[in-house]
T-cell receptor, first 114, second 113 residues
Framework: SAVISQKPSRDICQRGTSLTIQCQVD?????MFWYRQQPGQSLTLIAT?????????ESGFVIDKFPISRPNLTFSTLTVSNMSPEDSSIYLC???????????FGPGTRLTVL | GEDVEQSLFLSVREGDSSVINCTYT??????LYWYKQEPGAGLQLLTY?????DMKQDQRLTVLLNKKDKHLSLRIADTQTGDSAIYFC?????????????FGSGTRLSIRP
């Protein structure tokens, strides 16, 4: 499986500011994804990060709030814009395995918004 | 829509077997997964099973799938303190493959001495 790293691992931010989370993979991958895990909850898919084109967002998530970049096959960023306390969550990136039937997750970014 | 359900908590004694259960509603499920999340960490893929299998064993882990009842279980033999974590059941279907994995709410496994 790929080795996935995320930066920052955690952050505490003020309301109204934005935070960009980076996801780096040690090998080229076709599909990358961003998830949110709210406190005590399961994972919810935010979007699929597409290389060379706009991300594909799930219902309830919009590009203005969660802009995503995917400049190449090993890197993606997720920005959480104009944050409010409700955005306090763990944000995880994942990549599809080589055979396309599994996903492997990064360590997550724990965000607290005050 | 698709749904995956798990009980929220399980407590077992160290050395006993743990059995975590999961039910799902999607009759088109192709793959079913078990992920482990330790405190403060991301999700680790423990094992997965293709829907045409009914059992998969990997060292201390045994996955059983009853496709008729849409029931999946994870058995951990000789449970150790390092097995304390949240275990997520998840599924994907043939129409979306790995791009749309639906997760259960997670079962928090605690180990007592």
């Amino acid at each position: 499986s790929a080795v996935i790293s995320q930066k920052p691992s955690r952050d505490i931010c003020q309301r109204g500011t934005s935070l960009t989370i980076q996801c780096q993979v040690d090998s080229q991958v076709t599909m990358m994804f961003w998830y949110r895990q709210q406190p005590g909850q399961s994972l919810t898919l935010i979007a699929t990060a597409n290389q060379g084109s706009e991300a594909t967002y799930e219902s309830g998530f919009v590009i203005d709030k969660f802009p995503i970049s995917r400049p190449n096959l090993t890197f993606s960023t997720l920005t959480v814009s104009n944050m409010s306390p409700e955005d306090s969550s763990i944000y995880l990136c994942s990549v599809a395995g080589r055979l396309g039937n599994t996903q492997y997750f990064g360590p997550g970014t724990r965000l607290t918004v005050l | 829509g698709e749904d995956v359900e798990q009980s929220l908590f399980l407590s077992v004694r160290e050395g006993d077997s743990s059995v975590i259960n999961c039910t799902y509603t999607d009759s088109s499920s192709t793959y079913l997964y078990w992920y482990k999340q330790e405190p403060g960490a991301g999700l680790q893929l423990l094992t997965y099973i293709f829907s045409n299998m009914d059992m998969k064993q990997d060292q201390r882990l045994t996955v059983l799938l009853n496709k008729k009842d849409k029931h999946l279980s994870l058995r951990i033999a000789d449970t150790q303190t390092g097995d304390s974590a949240i275990y997520f059941c998840a599924e994907s279907n043939k129409y979306s493959s790995a791009s749309k994995i639906i997760f259960g709410s997670g079962t928090r496994l605690s180990i007592r001495p």
